[in-house]
């Protein structure tokens, strides 16, 4: 399942994701996706996510 998030963000960072979004073809809210993604990768390979609650731990 997919979830929406309203985001706010300076005109000047959505001036430049446009620019890089048209640049690579693709709509801001797609760039906007991917780079979200693959900070949480990033962060979750450096450990800096805590591990999701198991059924175990009843959460």
Same mark, same amino acid.
């Given at each position: 399942?997919?979830? *929406?998030?309203?985001?706010?963000?300076?005109?000047?960072?959505? !001036? $430049?994701?446009? #620019?890089? +979004?048209?640049?690579? &073809? *693709?709509?801001?809210?797609?760039?906007?996706?991917?780079?979200? !993604? $693959?900070?949480? #990768?990033? +962060?979750?390979?450096? &450990?800096?996510?805590?591990?999701?609650?198991?059924?175990?731990?009843?959460?």
């Amino acid at each position: 399942m997919s979830k *929406r998030v309203g985001l706010t963000m300076p005109d000047t960072i959505h !001036e $430049k994701l446009e #620019r890089w +979004a048209k640049a690579e &073809g *693709r709509p801001v809210a797609n760039l906007c996706n991917f780079l979200i !993604e $693959k900070a949480v #990768r990033e +962060a979750e390979e450096a &450990g800096s996510i805590p591990a999701a609650a198991t059924v175990e731990d009843g959460k």
